[in-house]
Structures are given as structure tokens and as C-alpha cells.
């Protein structure tokens, strides 16, 4: 089974700190996924990557980046956090050079609250 | 504009009945593929079923299916027999063209009654 794992199940952090959500997959997949949850938006894209070193900015990069260094892990970087990136981030992972029909597998969920 | 809608922000159903979660959805490709996804109360993700844009028939998975309507462009997903389990949010998401990444709808909870 593919096992996608993030660092830290809750977060509590302080307006302006610099913080890091890590994801790691242990299945060799070359895709991986940041989104974050809010209700009543379901889950939004805010980077990806298909390949080690390689970024793309999904539809709500503005306050985040993004590190991937190794095939295996994504991590997502809040530069300055604010009281509107409290939300549950989800990072996904799946395999590339394939179709359509190969699903997002999705870690348990970092739920992040910014005071 | 909108490439993922699912209208109905929560549903209830009694167990063992079936219950059908809308989503219909807006692409310019030809080549595309249909996912949903079940999260329950614990916050994981699981994949549930899924459909490709040339597929001819509606796919199938256990107790779920799917109603895929390509000239309406909406693939609503069936569950049939609820059961209390199936209590969660539901996500329909889509893939477009060459891209791996997907884009979800608002989705929909459904709360199964006994």
C-alpha cells in the first residue's frame, strides 16, 4: 500500500513565524500535492511537483512555497503565517508517466491554526 | 469559473436505501478522467471510484457506481444499500488533458440515518 505520510497531525503556530509542513511517500512516485481544505471549498491546489527539484504554483501559491530535494519528500513552507492559512493541508502523491485513472493517495491531513 | 460543482452541501439518507451525490463539471478536453472520493470523520482520503472521459460504460465499484452523462457533463455517484458507515464528505474531482493534478468540487456530506 502507498503510505503518504505528514510530519505532524496538528500544528498551533504564531502570526509571522516561518513554518514547515513536511510530506514523505515511500512508493517512488514522481507526482506530489500540496491542497488545502477549507469547508465549503473543498480542496484547493496551492504547489505541485512532477519531478525532484521541480515546481509548479496550482491556484493558491500566494503565501507559500515549496522544497522538493528528494524524489520522496514535498515539503511546504508558510514564509510568514497568517490567521487565514488556518485550514487542514493535505499533500498527495501518485505515480506519473501513466493515464488518467491513476488516483491522488493523500496523507492523513496537518491541521494548522494560526493565532 | 467553477470546474468541479457539487450543489448539495449535505444529504441524509436512511440505511440501506440508495443515495446519488451530484457533481457535473466544465472542461474543453476531450481527454479527461472522473474521481471520487470518500472522507470520513478522520480526515483520510480514499479513493473510491473512477472514470475516464472515452469510457462506454459507467463504472462500478462494490456498492458504488457512477452516472456518467458526457453531453451533460455530470457523473454522479450512486451508493447503493447505505450503510452507517458511509456517514462522510464526498469529493468529486477531475483531470484534464496531460495534467496529473486534480481539482475538486465543495463537496457533500452525507449522513446516514439508522
Known amino acids: 500500500d502507498v503510505k503518504v505520510t505528514q510530519s505532524s497531525r496538528y500544528l498551533v503556530k504564531r502570526t509571522g513565524e516561518k513554518v514547515f509542513l513536511e510530506c514523505v511517500q515511500d512508493?517512488?512516485?514522481?507526482?506530489m500535492f500540496w491542497y488545502r481544505q477549507d469547508p465549503g471549498l473543498g480542496l484547493r491546489l496551492i504547489y505541485f511537483s512532477y519531478d525532484v527539484k521541480m515546481k509548479e504554483k496550482g491556484d493558491i501559491p500566494e503565501g507559500y512555497s515549496v522544497s522538493r530535494e528528494k524524489k520522496e519528500r514535498f515539503s511546504l513552507i508558510l514564509e510568514s503565517a497568517s490567521t487565514n492559512q488556518t485550514s487542514m493541508y493535505l499533500c498527495a502523491s501518485s505515480p506519473g508517466q501513466i493515464g488518467h485513472n491513476s488516483p491522488l493517495h493523500f496523507g492523513n491531513g496537518t491541521r494548522l491554526t494560526v493565532t | 469559473a467553477q470546474k468541479i460543482t457539487q450543489t448539495q452541501p449535505g444529504m441524509f439518507v436512511q440505511e440501506k436505501e440508495a443515495v446519488t451525490l451530484d457533481c457535473t463539471y466544465d472542461?474543453?478536453?476531450?481527454?479527461?478522467?472522473l474521481f471520487w472520493y470518500k472522507q470520513p470523520s478522520s480526515g483520510e482520503m480514499i479513493f473510491l471510484i473512477y472514470?475516464?472521459?472515452?469510457?462506454?460504460q459507467n463504472a462500478t465499484e462494490g456498492r458504488y457506481s457512477l452516472n456518467f452523462q458526457k453531453a451533460r457533463k455530470s457523473a454522479n455517484l450512486v451508493i447503493s444499500a447505505s450503510q452507517l458507515g458511509d456517514s462522510a464528505m464526498y469529493f468529486c474531482a477531475m483531470r484534464e488533458g496531460p495534467d496529473y493534478k486534480l481539482s475538486f468540487g465543495a463537496g457533500t456530506t452525507v449522513t446516514v440515518r439508522a
Open positions: 472514470q475516464g472521459s472515452y469510457d462506454e
Open positions: 472542461t474543453s478536453d476531450q481527454s479527461y478522467g
Open positions: 512508493m517512488d512516485h514522481e507526482n
